[in-house]
């Protein structure tokens, strides 16, 4: 078993290494430059969506979600518990310049996301018949797709059940265990009936559920990250400047290589900034391609804006970090994200850290229960649903139970399977679409 794993290791640190980093980072700039730079053009605008969504029309064909709905599941899974960790790891291993690399990847890799849910917004109008929505309809219109939406449905199907549900159940797991000294027995058992509850009520329950979901654990981050900021307030000029100086060594940014906008606590490498963010994964393209969007445009600014958002929760978490001047302890992972809340909470921080971890799991969770049905549907032809809840079920009671740095190698060569397929179709699309993406830019 340890040679095994050992092997697929090997394999997985290959395919989300340098080539997948090159490949993203080349198709970043290259879609950055097909779509004229929305992300930076059309920021405010974006902005403005999402505090001012505006109403689908009485007429139009009601699907599951709105688009409003749809930014709010998209946040939720790229908000998961490596943002908390994940940052520290980052700036453990790369210094507080690691932070700043976080941002600047996020601004490249918007790009990615706008043109996958423009896309998938624009597919989805074309089949108005149909709820689903996502790289199963327009990866067949790319050069050798022919048999691209099944393998890329395998792939995401996998990949919600162990990355978006097992994993972060098992992280939930040991923070309440260390929290509450509760036994994982009784953790599993919750999970699994909370889970069941989710999946039987379908797609209204998961989208209800998380509504209320992504908001609180918004909040609830905000306003303990801004209460360490403001405590510190007299560091936080410093701090900045030592960030900024310290993301031009080599050092720093070796550092944000490996956890910059952060997949999990204990491994490292560019695929965690990808699990964080997803920009690229197409699961943020299933979700808008589900809604009743009546304007691709708009839905990709509100699909880039989650990736922006999940990457300035990471800089936050690193700011509050390298302000309570905790990142050279020799910590790393959560324990050193608890160390800089103790400098303001005391006793109370590993709670609230937790806490936040606990909400930040169970978003991803839920929003992750609509990924696995979309997937399962489009393999089943919508049949058969009954084992997929049951699947999904389980898959959280085993993740709570049990260790999963076995599964993680498998879960990153799912996703590195799943980026080359839905980043191929994006650099693709970007070329096909961008004079259209262009001509609307200018016309704001």
Same mark, same amino acid.
């Given at each position: 078993?340890?040679?095994?794993?050992?092997?697929?290791? =090997?394999?997985? +640190?290959?395919?989300?290494?340098?080539?997948?980093?090159?490949?993203?980072?080349?198709?970043?700039?290259?879609?950055?430059?097909?779509?004229?730079?929305?992300?930076?053009?059309?920021?405010?605008?974006?902005?403005?969506?999402?505090?001012?969504?505006?109403?689908?029309?009485?007429?139009?064909?009601?699907?599951?979600?709105?688009?409003?709905?749809?930014?709010? &599941?998209?946040?939720?899974? /790229?908000?998961?518990?490596?943002?908390?960790?994940?940052?520290?790891?980052?700036?453990?291993?790369?210094?507080?310049?690691?932070?700043?690399? $976080?941002?600047?990847?996020?601004?490249?890799?918007? =790009?990615?996301?706008?043109?996958?849910?423009?896309? +998938?917004?624009?597919?989805?109008?074309? /089949?108005?018949?149909?709820?689903?929505?996502?790289?199963?309809? *327009?990866?067949?219109?790319?050069? !050798?797709?022919?048999?691209?939406?099944?393998? *890329?449905?395998?792939? @995401?199907?996998?990949?919600?059940?162990?990355?978006?549900?097992? $994993?972060?159940?098992?992280?939930?797991?040991?923070?309440?265990?260390?929290?509450?000294?509760?036994?994982?027995?009784?953790?599993?058992?919750?999970?699994?009936?909370?889970? @069941?509850?989710?999946? +039987?009520?379908?797609?209204?329950?998961?989208?209800?559920?998380?509504?209320?979901?992504?908001?609180?654990?918004?909040?609830?981050?905000?306003?303990?990250?801004?209460?360490?900021? $403001?405590?510190?307030?007299?560091?936080?000029?410093?701090?900045?400047?030592?960030?900024?100086?310290?993301?031009?060594?080599?050092?720093?940014?070796?550092?944000?290589?490996?956890?910059?906008?952060? !997949?999990?606590?204990?491994?490292?490498?560019?695929?965690? =900034?990808?699990?964080?963010?997803?920009?690229?994964?197409?699961?943020?393209?299933?979700?808008?391609? =589900?809604?009743?969007?009546?304007?691709?445009?708009?839905?990709?600014?509100?699909?880039?804006?989650?990736?922006?958002?999940?990457?300035?929760?990471?800089?936050?978490?690193?700011? @509050?970090?390298?302000?309570?001047?905790?990142?050279?302890?020799?910590?790393?992972?959560?324990?050193?994200?608890?160390?800089?809340?103790?400098?303001?909470?005391?006793?109370?921080?590993?709670?609230?850290? /937790?806490?936040?971890?606990?909400?930040?799991?169970?978003?991803?969770?839920?929003? *992750?229960?609509?990924?696995?049905?979309?997937?399962?549907?489009?393999?089943? %032809?919508? %049949?058969? &649903?009954?084992?997929?809840?049951?699947?999904?079920?389980?898959?959280? @009671?085993?993740?709570?139970?049990?260790?999963?740095?076995?599964?993680?190698?498998?879960?990153?060569?799912?996703?590195? !399977?799943?980026?080359?397929?839905?980043?191929?179709?994006?650099?693709?699309?970007?070329?096909?679409? !961008? +004079?259209?993406?262009? &001509?609307?830019?200018?016309?704001?």
């Amino acid at each position: 078993m340890e040679s095994l794993s050992y092997f697929l290791q =090997s394999i997985a +640190s290959f395919l989300t290494g340098l080539p997948l980093i090159i490949f993203i980072a080349f198709v970043s700039f290259l879609t950055t430059i097909f779509i004229a730079g929305v992300q930076f053009r059309a920021f405010f605008i974006a902005c403005k969506l999402i505090f001012f969504p505006k109403k689908v029309a009485d007429d139009a064909i009601k699907k599951d979600m709105n688009p409003l709905q749809a930014f709010l &599941n998209t946040l939720s899974t /790229n908000l998961g518990n490596g943002s908390i960790a994940g940052t520290a790891t980052a700036l453990a291993v790369g210094g507080p310049g690691a932070a700043i690399w $976080i941002v600047i990847f996020g601004f490249i890799t918007m =790009s990615i996301r706008f043109v996958e849910v423009y896309v +998938s917004a624009l597919y989805a109008a074309k /089949n108005e018949d149909s709820i689903l929505g996502g790289p199963m309809l *327009y990866l067949k219109d790319i050069p !050798g797709g022919k048999y691209l939406p099944f393998l *890329y449905s395998i792939l @995401c199907f996998l990949f919600a059940l162990v990355g978006g549900n097992s $994993i972060q159940a098992n992280s939930i797991s040991i923070g309440l265990q260390a929290v509450t000294g509760l036994d994982a027995f009784w953790i599993a058992t919750g999970l699994f009936f909370f889970v @069941c509850y989710i999946m +039987s009520g379908g797609a209204n329950r998961i989208i209800a559920i998380s509504d209320y979901l992504v908001p609180v654990k918004v909040i609830l981050f905000f306003s303990s990250a801004f209460f360490v900021l $403001i405590y510190h307030w007299k560091m936080l000029l410093p701090a900045l400047i030592l960030m900024i100086r310290a993301a031009f060594d080599i050092q720093a940014l070796g550092g944000a290589i490996i956890g910059a906008t952060l !997949g999990r606590t204990i491994q490292i490498g560019m695929q965690r =900034s990808i699990f964080a963010t997803e920009s690229g994964l197409g699961t943020a393209a299933i979700l808008f391609g =589900s809604s009743d969007s009546q304007d691709p445009f708009e839905s990709g600014l509100l699909g880039m804006m989650s990736t922006f958002v999940s990457s300035l929760v990471c800089f936050l978490v690193a700011l @509050c970090i390298v302000v309570s001047d905790v990142w050279s302890s020799g910590l790393t992972s959560t324990a050193l994200t608890i160390a800089a809340y103790q400098t303001v909470f005391g006793f109370y921080a590993g709670f609230i850290v /937790n806490s936040l971890a606990l909400l930040f799991g169970l978003g991803v969770i839920v929003s *992750y229960g609509y990924v696995v049905r979309a997937s399962w549907s489009f393999l089943t %032809h919508n %049949h058969y &649903n009954f084992l997929c809840t049951a699947l999904y079920c389980l898959a959280a @009671c085993f993740g709570a139970l049990g260790t999963v740095s076995f599964v993680w190698a498998v879960t990153d060569i799912i996703m590195a !399977g799943m980026l080359f397929i839905n980043v191929y179709a994006v650099m693709i699309f970007a070329y096909r679409y !961008g +004079s259209s993406i262009r &001509n609307r830019l200018f016309q704001i």
